[in-house]
């Protein structure tokens, strides 16, 4: 028994860091989450001003009060010009794109997470349970390796064979965000302050020159050092996304179980009638005839609010038997598509659909990634590689992009 759980250990190490766990979870829940952002922002483009704008309901001197309290970071409260908070927005929506694609995809990552803490820290109030969840993913995906397949970082690596392809445009756009930093640091801008946070070393400032440092660091190694240096970072890396992606399974459960246990509580969810109100409500009745036919029905009423809660209470213990856990997501995955239907509430429905992909199987998702590249390829007139396949390193160089492993969920 003693020998059985040392090769257990020693498998689980090695499988901890020597992979990065979950490529193609990571790399749905990156596309998700991007487009759901993506999609939010350009729905609200006539809107800008009103939600996260200079002249917004959350009015400048509020929002500086309530910062001033929580040292929440938001890059709009450098200034309440119009011009600052347009370039900002602007930037959010090519930070979208940019990890949508999967280009360049740690300075993405990055550059996401700033645009939506500094968007959604503006005006606090404005957001719902939908933009909770990208306000956390988008902190998560920074620490994860979510650009092995299905993005343009990958389709260079395997066209190329060597990961260092193309990597002026990276430098670049590094060395642009230090000098913007630094000036932002130098003109004492608002979260940028040594003395943000509880403690000095807690604070925003430290953290994005940590970053920028590690990311010179990595550059460094990967061209100058590619022996065991380049190993030992690979094993960091492997361990930091392995974690992070644990933190999204955790918090997605957190999310379910929180959510059903609450429903239980109230007396509405315990009569089975609780779907029938928010059905009668104008702002979420984009299709009123759908909705009266279906708060007729009180067995329909009754049935799915008692199943809401089975489900959402259920599913967090379901994840140690993978079939149970499958169908219990696919029942998750239609409530939200209908929810965004029949409620109106589309960016929440696509949040949610895209946190609930982490615990989607590998086999299904390379599955669809293969049949969505053949219609790309058949749509084509050239042809071409197909995108998604991690690229396994050659010998010697480590193992930066290593093969699909799912989830031990």
Excluded at 54 to 73: C, E, K, Y
Excluded at 107 to 136: E, P
Excluded at 153 to 180: N, T
Excluded at 285 to 297: D, G, N, R, T, Y
């Amino acid at each position: 028994m003693a020998t059985a759980a040392d090769r257990g250990l020693t498998r689980a190490l090695v499988r901890v860091t020597g992979t990065a766990i979950g490529p193609y979870q990571s790399a749905v829940v990156r596309i998700g989450i991007a487009l759901t952002w993506l999609l939010f922002l350009l729905r609200e483009f006539p809107h800008r001003d009103e939600l996260y704008g200079p002249d917004g309901v959350w009015g400048w001197t509020q929002a500086s009060r309530l910062i001033a309290d929580n040292h929440a970071f938001t890059v709009l409260m450098w200034s309440d010009g119009r011009v600052w908070f347009e370039f900002v927005y602007a930037a959010a929506i090519a930070a979208s794109v940019m990890l949508l694609l999967g280009w360049r995809t740690r300075t993405a990552s990055l550059l996401f997470m700033i645009g939506v803490l500094s968007l959604q820290n503006r005006s606090v109030f404005m957001g719902d349970g939908g933009d909770n969840v990208v306000h956390l993913m988008a902190i998560y995906l920074v620490f994860t390796r979510c650009g092995q397949v299905w993005s343009l970082d990958a389709r260079r690596r395997a066209r190329s064979g060597d990961e260092r392809e193309g990597e002026a445009a990276g430098v670049a756009l590094w060395i642009v965000l230090g000098l913007f930093l630094l000036i932002a640091q130098l003109l004492g801008s608002t979260g940028l302050t040594w003395a943000d946070g509880m403690l000095p070393w807690l604070g925003w400032t430290p953290f994005l020159w940590g970053v920028l440092l590690l990311q010179a660091v990595w550059w460094a190694v990967r061209r100058y050092a590619p022996g065991e240096p380049r190993t030992l970072l690979d094993v960091f890396a492997n361990i930091t996304h392995n974690a992070a992606m644990l933190v999204i399974v955790v918090e997605v459960c957190l999310i379910y179980a929180t959510a059903g246990w609450y429903k239980i509580q109230g007396s509405r969810w315990q009569d089975g009638t609780a779907l029938y109100y928010p059905l009668h409500l104008d702002d979420f009745s984009p299709w009123p005839e759908l909705s009266h036919a279906l708060a007729s029905s009180g067995l329909m009423v009754m049935v799915i609010t008692y199943g809401t809660v089975i489900v959402q209470v259920a599913f967090p213990f379901t994840l140690f038997n993978r079939r149970v856990k499958n169908v219990l997501l696919a029942l998750m995955i239609v409530e939200h598509a209908s929810i965004a239907f029949v409620l109106g509430l589309p960016i929440f429905s696509l949040a949610m659909i895209a946190a609930d992909a982490v615990f989607l199987p590998t086999g299904f998702l390379r599955w669809a990634g293969d049949r969505a590249g053949r219609l790309v390829r058949r749509g084509r007139a050239g042809g071409g590689d197909a995108v998604g396949r991690p690229v396994v390193p050659a010998p010697g160089r480590g193992s930066a992009e290593p093969a699909a492993t799912d989830l031990p969920v």
